[in-house]
């Protein structure tokens, strides 16, 4: 199939025309950024957060995008974004879908700047189908600096007739000099290592959206997929990896493990800390962290309950070190809200 062909646009529309009918799970509809935050009852000094809200920094889009495949995709729902400050302004890249949770999704960029707040990319969407792989959707957007560009890695979802559920992720990544225009790269991890299913290009990244390099390399964990076990890859240029599976993320003693969300390095000792996501005792979602050195970033230290599961990150903007997150927001609303980090 062609990019962008007849036939390939047919297939997309029918994906999306499948996900604008869908009526998100009751244990979706609970999804809540602002529940797992407050979840910080057992003493654990060396975690991330508490978070609070940040009313002021809310972005709602204001109309719908174009749509380059022109069959008229339209967004209900925004997030699990990536935030990166730049030149003073603060760039949001979301996930927009039709309803919470759906797939035939896309990624736009919204830009923040002091005394106009948010404004829409006017070209959005940035990253949207255009390869087999990413035919059904193109989701989750982690963006990172390094070495004067700009990387971002998102998940292209196709359909496969080899696995069961017939739904296959790759992970994609793209570059950009001016993190407006971007230019795809292709698939990060091969299928023979992803079996077809890979998720969380999960990066150690700083206050100031620079990838963080651990030991002389970048880091990369993988928690989910890759046939249940877990990989890490290293690379010198975040384009360029080499990956092997390595486990180092035990949540066991709490629950099971979804996927890890971010990697935060400390600004002011060796601590390394992992945010993820996982099913707790009782079978509910979530957030718990993981301690580390920045020296042995495999060696768990401690876990605990509570945090962010900001698959983006923390950033640092205005003072404050934030994340955003659109689960609180009702179906429909295309509400993007931002939460504080008090520790």
């Given at each position: 199939m062609n990019r962008l062909s007849a036939e390939f646009i047919k297939e997309s529309e029918a994906y999306y025309r499948e996900a604008a009918k869908h009526t998100p799970a009751p244990e979706v509809e609970r999804l809540s950024a602002l529940d797992f935050c407050a979840r910080y009852d057992e003493p654990a000094p060396w975690r991330v957060g508490p978070f609070v809200p940040a009313p002021d920094m809310t972005f709602q889009m204001k109309g719908q995008w174009r749509d380059p495949l022109d069959f008229g995709w339209r967004s209900g729902f925004v997030f699990n974004p990536s935030l990166i400050p730049d030149a003073g302004k603060l760039y949001m890249f979301y996930r927009a879908a039709p309803h919470k949770e759906t797939m035939s999704s896309r990624i736009g960029l919204a830009v923040y700047e002091n005394g106009k707040g948010w404004t829409d990319y006017g070209r959005n969407p940035v990253i949207f189908p255009e390869y087999e792989h990413e035919v059904v959707s193109t989701e989750d957007p982690k963006v990172y600096r390094a070495g004067?560009?700009?990387?971002?890695?998102?998940?292209?979802?196709?359909?496969?007739?080899?696995?069961?559920?017939?739904?296959?992720?790759?992970?994609?990544?793209?570059?950009?000099?001016d993190l407006l225009h971007w230019e795809k790269r292709g698939i990060v991890v091969p299928r023979e290592i992803s079996k077809l299913w890979v998720k969380a290009a999960v990066i150690?990244?700083?206050?100031?959206?620079?990838?963080?390099?651990?030991?002389?390399?970048?880091?990369?964990?993988?928690?989910?997929?890759?046939?249940?076990?877990?990989?890490?890859?290293?690379?010198?240029?975040?384009?360029?990896?080499?990956?092997?599976?390595k486990t180092y993320l035990d949540v066991s003693a709490m629950g099971a493990l979804y996927e890890v969300a971010c990697a935060i390095p400390s600004e002011t000792n060796d601590d390394l800390v992992l945010d993820f996501f996982y099913s707790d005792k009782r079978g509910q979602y979530a957030a718990g962290q993981a301690l580390y050195s920045q020296k042995a970033p495999f060696t768990q230290k401690a876990l605990a309950a509570g945090g962010c599961l900001s698959w983006g990150g923390l950033v640092r903007f205005g003072g404050r070190r934030i994340f955003a997150q659109g689960w609180d927001a009702k179906d429909g609303e295309n509400i993007m809200y931002f939460y504080e980090c008090l520790r």
């Open positions: 004067g560009r700009y990387v971002l890695f998102y998940n292209g979802i196709w359909k496969t007739a080899e696995k069961n559920p017939s739904v296959a992720v790759d992970m994609c990544c793209a570059v950009s000099d150690p990244k700083d206050a100031e959206g620079n990838a963080v390099k651990l030991n002389g390399k970048y880091l990369m964990y993988i928690s989910e997929g890759c046939g249940g076990v877990q990989y890490i890859g290293l690379s010198d240029d975040l384009l360029h990896w080499e990956f092997e599976p």
